[in-house]
């Protein structure tokens, strides 16, 4: 088992502002907060990841994996945001994990005022898969939008999750993910969406959710819900041959 399977996938927010002494840099981690799966972090599991830190008493969860942060000064803030990696899959013939397409990573600045609300989706891997015929989970996104949650200031795609080979599958922002693949070199999933719309679908994966549409179905795995509806990742086929999506609109398998 690979150790670093269950990773923090980051949201890093430098925040720059004048003094009347000096200049002062803060850097505000945001994690996932232990969170695994189709579901994001609950209140109770943000407060204890931020305990003793700067974030401490300084996140709110309204909708669950939602994290609400208001922004402490007027300022440029830049914002680096990170897509979380797709689920890894398993070959049994080789006894090898293979790890699945990366998640993109976005910078920006931005000009925001103190008192403004964020809201943050923070991605999450998705689901591993160990038999060698059957794909794992895609990964989340991660994105960042004003309190209205209408107004998308950066976004990060996820990574499709591997087959029982990695191949492409890499989140992109704003334009197609490439399809993931299997061993005979066929297209296991589709490409992702491009300019904010969801992922297609195949006859075996669901696609992940873009900013404005969900994730298309397939006649297996789900597609993975956008951020204004919620989240979620996808669900895989039940039973032994399907993974579920992370949250951040992963698509399930």
């Known amino acids: ?132 015929d059957r794909g794992a989970g895609g990964g989340g996104g991660t994105f960042v939008a004003l309190s209205s949650g209408t107004t998308l200031l950066i976004a990060a795609g996820g990574g499709g999750g591997a087959g029982d080979f990695a191949y492409d599958g890499h989140g992109n922002s704003g334009t197609s993910g490439s399809a993931g693949g299997n061993n005979s070199g066929n297209t296991g999933g589709a490409s992702g969406g491009t300019n904010g719309f969801g992922g297609m679908n195949t006859t075996y994966a669901g696609g992940g959710a873009g900013w404005s549409y969900d994730g298309a179905s397939s006649n297996y795995g789900k597609g993975g819900k956008k951020f204004s509806n919620g989240g979620q990742g996808g669900i895989g086929q039940s039973g032994t041959n399907g993974s579920d999506g992370g949250f951040g609109g992963g698509g399930g398998s």
């Open 1 to 132: 088992m690979n150790k670093n399977f269950n990773k923090f996938f980051i949201v890093y927010f430098a925040v720059s502002f004048l003094t009347t002494m000096a200049y002062a840099q803060t850097t505000v981690n945001f994690t996932n907060a232990a969170a695994t799966g189709i579901d994001g972090p609950t209140q109770a599991q943000v407060n204890t990841a931020y305990d003793n830190t700067i974030l401490d008493d300084a996140v709110t969860i309204n909708t669950q994996g939602i994290q609400e942060w208001t922004v402490p000064a007027t300022a440029t803030y830049t914002i680096e945001v990170y897509g979380a990696q797709g689920g890894r899959s398993y070959l049994l013939n080789t006894s090898t994990w293979y790890d699945a397409g990366k998640g993109a990573k976005m910078v920006g600045d931005f000009s925001l005022s103190q008192g403004d609300v964020l809201k943050i989706v923070v991605g999450q891997q998705g689901e591993e898969m160990a038999r060698a």
